[in-house]
Structure formats: structure tokens, C-alpha cells
């Protein structure tokens, strides 16, 4: 069975930094694309940033700039380095990966149960 689990989150004041963490674990055979998304209260859950397996990443236009996402092949983990955190920024912050079970025939999507990030002075 696979799992992902988030940590990292914390609470900070605005300006500061925190790096979030997502390891997956299991019976994995190739990870393809990983990504961060967060959801604020009483919102939708948005996209942060994406990075597929060979390092192209994509980034949401309101954190272009303040946040980077990296991965780490060998480690099954992907990272996600904030910086400048706004008050907006506050959400609860979920990863996910598409990959291949251990005797899979398909890539699923795989969710890990989330961490918050709370941005206040």
C-alpha cells in the first residue's frame, strides 16, 4: 500500500519561511509527476507548483518567485521551500504524486492527508 506523508507546516510570521516535506512510501515502482496544492477555508483546493520526474516545474502566479518546489528521486520525496509567506498563504497544504504501484499496470493519483501552514503576526 502506498502512502504520502506531509510534514513541515507550522505556523510563522509574515515574511518568514517554512519547507514542507512529502515522502512516499510503499510498493513504488517509478514516481512521474509530484506536485503541492492547499486549500484555505472556505475555499477550493488550488494548485501550488508541480515538478515532473526529469525536474520541469510549474508554478501558481501568486507564489512565483517566493516559493520553489524540488524532489528528491532516490528519497521518493518532494520538497517545498516558502518563502516571503503572505497571510493569504495560510491553507492547508496537501501533496500529491502519480505513480506506479510495485505490479501496477497504471499511474494513479495518490493524495497525502495534509498539513497546515498558518501565516499571521
Known amino acids: 500500500q502506498v502512502q504520502l506523508v506531509e510534514s513541515g507546516g507550522g505556523s510563522v510570521q509574515p515574511g518568514g519561511s517554512l519547507r514542507l516535506s512529502c515522502a512516499a512510501s510503499?510498493?513504488?515502482?517509478?514516481?512521474?509527476?509530484m506536485g503541492w496544492y492547499r486549500q484555505a477555508p472556505g475555499k477550493e483546493r488550488e494548485l501550488v507548483a508541480t515538478?515532473?520526474?526529469?525536474?520541469?516545474?510549474n508554478y501558481a502566479g501568486s507564489v512565483k518567485g517566493r516559493f520553489t518546489i524540488s524532489r528528491d528521486n532516490a528519497k521518493n520525496t518532494v520538497y517545498l521551500q516558502m518563502h516571503s509567506l503572505k497571510p493569504e498563504d495560510t491553507a492547508v497544504y496537501y501533496c500529491?504524486?502519480?505513480?506506479?504501484?510495485?505490479?501496477?499496470?497504471?499511474?494513479?493519483?495518490?493524495w497525502g492527508q495534509g498539513t497546515q501552514v498558518t501565516i499571521s503576526s
Open positions: 510503499g510498493s513504488i515502482a517509478i514516481i512521474n509527476d
Open positions: 500529491n504524486a502519480a505513480l506506479l504501484g510495485g505490479g501496477g499496470l497504471r499511474f494513479d493519483l495518490y
Open positions: 515538478i515532473s520526474r526529469s525536474g520541469t516545474t
